[in-house]
DNA sequence: AAAAAATTGAGGTACGTACCTCATTAGCAG
DNA sequence: CTGCTAATGAGGTACGTACCTCAATTTTTT
């Protein structure tokens, strides 16, 4: 059988109240005791039971996604997965809460931060574009003992605050690589659009796809990013005036997450089946074109994926253990047609 | 707080060991007493605490993990994975351990799988390909107790046999595709690598990528299957001959996991620059191939990934839970230069 | 109506760890 | 040496569920 803490006392030659005090760095224990209990975990490798001390501890973990309010498709899959994570994780005390907000307004995410109750609530995860105000509220966050990470927005690298998402240069790259090896004219520009440039995703993946574009497949150039502001009469007139003005497009590549709305309206001036089209996001809008061949790559980071990364990270930090990097390192998955 | 079993006899109007009996499918339990539990578990959202369950039983989880003997880099890597798995998952009384064999012996695995004991394994992975014998050991280990995935290989549905791994007939198409749209030759001949074409996997991904080929890139053909054996002189006197006799072979495709000896071998008699390369796995061979440009594009399944999912899919099944099927659906995923 | 069988309840122990109290011992300063 | 504090041990309860026994009750069969 496994040694259990007993075993592990005997073991160490001291009582289990030590091993208690070792195992859970309570004070009083002399260096030697310490010494004689890690030497003896190594000797009879033991391991602590998880099940049995989350039992004991009665541990809880309550987590809240923190999500925009505005978004069409790519955000109702991640608030179903969410949903799904939430009902199959019930049984190992795992609840995941969805709230909804103007995710904008840096001063509003902050007021909610800042009232939220660490003893109702153990970890946060929060898709939310960076602002001197959030990130200190986060900061704060942190402090008074709840769990955070930047779920698919927000910085890549601050300090006490894991990320969970793809790298969104190297997507950027990605989009440009498959839009240089798929076009087949010599020369042509390349139509950018985004919701808003503002966004640090869409801005990244912009200097990945040019830098991929100069480098590689210089005879192509991509055109300023137009943005959309997700207002549906403004998207057609500038894509429509981009189109009058650029009669070479031989590409169309949509930075931003819900891709529905910009490709709809490029569609009314001009046929997507001569140019090549890339977005971003699996959804059933992008899995159609796909099929259809309106559209010729999906860039993916999978919501699933994604959600359950989240949660994984936000469990291992409230159990204080680290957690396998590789599994939560989120893949820019390419999908094609024929591996949906 | 939560409701227990005790919130939920006092709900039903039973005692704690009716509620017992019913929770765990035990005899003697009226039609009256079942429906007055399965009603309050409803009303009280009663959801049973799975640590304290696996804590009371003493339940353990130890997994066999059955792989080839012979392989290069992909076995490697998989079973770095399962090692990875087998240290964090071990404060969760899981076990991954693993056994290699001959694996194209089909009696001898038989016989392994015979002399496995229900009462010291609960849960086997086996990456072997399909065969009679194999099939009626497996049907027979399933019948004492022992829970079965095939892993990476083998049959994808057998009765009562989960199967993890990708759809290999989708993978060859994603493959076709990618030959087809990089391809900037308006003719030419691709030439198909196989280790033997008598595993199932490669005779689905051949032909997946015939019917892509065949039916969207028409300009295309595709030569017969080139099978190595694992032999390198072998390898290197078919693929000369071939490219001797083919002079407008503008594609190469390696069907199988370890593509290294193939590759290097094709190296040696055309500049793999001028010809679209794609592989199979993510090896560093593969990784080092896509930085210089030698590979086009890796069609991966992604090995942690796979261990991971068997262990979720075996460890369920010893729960006698069901898993979230999206969850354990392999991604096939494409790998270009920019997203490794 | 009696006997047999099925159902139910009461009460217990166990799993491995956390966390608490209290008594005792060791070590050290004055 | 005394007094004080730090360190240690002994022993307990709790977490929520599984699983056991045995007696009491109800239902079914004869």
Redesign the pocket.
Known sequence: ??P???D?ARAA??????V??V??GR????E??MRQVSEAIERIG????LA??N????TTYRLRFILPQAGDQYLAEIMEEIRVVNDALKSEMVSAEIVQMAIEDPYLVASYLAAIDPRRVEGVAIMAPESPQVRDALKRLVERGVHVVNFLSGSQQAPGIEFVGIDNYAAGATAARLVGRFCRKERGSIMVIAETMRAQDSSQRRLGFDDVINRDFPHLSVLPSLETHSDMERTRRIIARTLEYNRDVVGLYVLSSEARAPISCAAEFISLNDIIVIAHERTPFSVEGLKSGAIDAVIAQNPGHAVRSAVRLLRARIDGRSVLKSQDQLRIEILLKDNL
């Open positions: 059988m496994r259990t803490t007993r592990l030659g001291v009582s289990l109240a030590t208690d005090r195992l859970n004070p009083n224990v002399s030697k005791a033991f391991v602590r039971n049995a001390a039992l004991a501890r009665s």
